[in-house]
């Protein structure tokens, strides 16, 4: 029987309805067989007719037929089962989720394995030795087996796509290139791929060195950071230290003054509880001797009394000492004025230096912020910005949509607003910035004054109040035609660059960077800010001779 079962083909023993080995095999009258699910089901639906069929011969029956499972037939199922399709080799698999199907097999579909570009059809094995033997294997052209052969054909002229249109960027037939590409750059579709291969490749290289140099770079931010993160292990247990010694020092001058004030008391009070022991004593003896005379006084015989007061001469004064006056106002008032004086010059001590320390570790401790290398990443970032009239000084014109400023010495007739600069040269931006920012100006001529300020600057009077980096609200790169300079509440630094008609200003409001630009065919740092921004930063000019256009 196995050796009967190896020469059958397995498609005889299918089920015509699932198209899969007969499970539980049954045979209806006519012959045919079916799995006794697939046939039961087919009949199910048929109940209300009465008449039942069969699904391949049609051949009906009254009544329904009564079905058998057949076990020869389900014996023979399963030695194939073991032996034809155990052997079967993954070629010869059906087609799966995801698999190219053969198109050529009938029934369940085979995985193929491989396409033919001339006959825009996918093959199995079997049916690819096949397609071998009709055609020669250099007329056709083989690829691994593909889905959607039918984008490999022309829609206009149901042609394989062979040729390349360097013009119109497109894969095109042989008819194209005499039709709608005539006189276009076209090459052979090889040598189109060996051109994209070749430019692929320089993008790969390309890709592969930023690749590196980012590597490069999280390398570097993994050990600022394990160099950050032990730095400020160790800080944190040298402050616990101090600061643990500080308190313990406090503690002891806080027993200090403690025992101070107690050994005075002590020292104050003795000589005085001493005294008021003898007073004690003199007011008992002073009572009894008070007593005495009373019952004296009141003594009928007279002669006992004048026998009695000659024992009784000595006045009362006489029998006191040296009198000790202590004064009502001794209440350490002085000392507790001083310890409070000292409570507060610690506070205000500590307040100071507590900013201080801020400061320090803020400025010693933050990590490099990773910005923009290129131009063309700086522009992603770009903001489009336009000038407010209210705010621009009479001596400033506005012009191309307030987009670009020039310094007269002729006056603009601009309305008075409370937002406008008096006396300044200078102008704000409508937009109040935060985030990451980027924008470019070109200027010209005489002083110019590139900032970013808060929008409560004061608009009155030239002082350092008003003034573009004289105060705390603003930061200004000043440039002129020999010279940069940066200012920041009136501290002023030399930025040593040669001048540039271009600046390109990168800010990033979150993490507290203002960054300054030299922008030519390379993109040169001439300054950075590292700060911490509580507002919205308005881009603003100063002008003197001179003109700024916002590119």
């Known amino acids: ?148 052969l039918q984008d490999k054909v022309c829609s206009h002229h149901d042609k394989p796509l062979e040729v390349y249109c360097r013009t119109d960027q497109q894969c095109i037939c042989y008819l194209c290139t005499m039709d709608k590409h005539r006189g276009h750059d076209t090459v052979s ?36 950071v394990t160099s950050i993160t032990s730095s400020a292990q160790s800080a944190v247990q040298d402050s616990e230290r101090i600061f643990t010694e500080m308190i313990r020092s406090i503690q002891r001058r806080r027993s200090e003054v403690t025992q101070l004030i107690r050994d005075q008391v002590k020292a104050a ?87 201080e320390i801020h400061h320090a570790v803020t400025k010693d401790t933050i990590l490099p912020v990773l910005v923009s290398r290129t131009r063309a990443e700086f522009l992603q970032c770009s903001c489009q910005l336009t000038l407010d009239p209210n705010t621009a000084n009479r001596h400033l014109h506005l012009s191309e949509g307030n987009r670009v400023v020039t310094w007269k010495r002729e006056t603009e007739s601009y309305p008075d607003h409370w937002e406008r600069f008096v006396t300044c040269r200078q102008v704000l931006c409508t937009e109040g910035l935060t985030g990451c920012c980027y924008w470019e100006v070109e200027w010209s001529r005489g002083w110019v004054g590139i900032a970013v300020t808060y929008k409560g600057i004061s608009r009155k009077g030239g002082g350092n109040n008003s003034g573009l980096g004289y105060n705390d609200k603003s930061w200004c790169l000043y440039c002129s035609g020999s010279s940069y300079s940066f200012r920041h509440n009136k501290v002023e630094t030399a930025v040593p660059a040669p001048p540039s008609p271009r600046i390109g200003v990168y800010l990033d409001h979150r993490a507290g960077t203002l960054s300054f630009y030299s922008i030519s065919d390379t993109v040169t740092l001439l300054h950075r800010v590292q700060t911490t921004f509580t507002e919205p930063l308005y881009p603003g000019f100063y002008l003197y001779d001179s003109t700024v256009k916002l590119c």
């Open 1 to 148: 029987m196995e050796e009967a079962s190896s020469t059958l083909d397995p498609s005889q023993f299918s089920c015509a309805i699932c198209l899969d080995l007969l499970k539980d095999p049954v045979t209806i009258p006519c012959g045919h067989s079916y799995c006794m699910s697939c046939i039961k089901s087919c009949w199910d639906h048929k109940d209300h007719a009465g008449v039942y069929s069969c699904p391949q011969c049609r051949e009906t029956f009254t009544p329904r037929p009564v079905l058998g499972r057949n076990t020869i037939l389900a014996e023979v199922v399963e030695k194939l089962k073991k032996t034809e399709l155990q052997a079967a080799t993954p070629a010869d698999h059906y087609a799966g989720p995801g698999d190219v199907e053969c198109d050529v097999c009938s029934g369940r579909k085979h995985k193929a394995v491989k396409s033919c570009l001339v006959c825009l059809s996918s093959y199995c094995d079997t049916d690819l030795q096949l397609h071998n033997k009709l055609h020669h294997t250099k007329q056709h052209k083989l690829i691994d087996a593909i889905s959607c």
């Open 189 to 224: 579709a090889s040598a189109g791929r060996a051109e994209k291969q070749k430019q692929m490749g320089e993008t790969q290289r390309e890709f592969q060195q930023r690749i590196q140099m980012r590597e490069k770079e999280l390398q570097e931010l993994r050990e600022a």
């Open 269 to 355: 009070v003795s000589p005085v509880e001493g005294y008021m022991e003898r007073l004690k004593q003199e007011i008992d003896e002073l009572k009894r001797r008070h007593s005495e005379l009373e019952q004296l006084s009141h003594t009928e015989d007279h002669i006992h009394f004048l026998q009695s007061c000659q024992g009784l001469t000595v006045t009362p004064e006489a029998t006191f000492g040296p009198r000790i006056s202590v004064s009502p106002c001794f209440d350490f008032e002085n000392g507790r004025k001083v310890v409070s004086a000292l409570k507060d010059q610690l506070e205000n001590v500590c307040e100071k230096k507590t900013k």
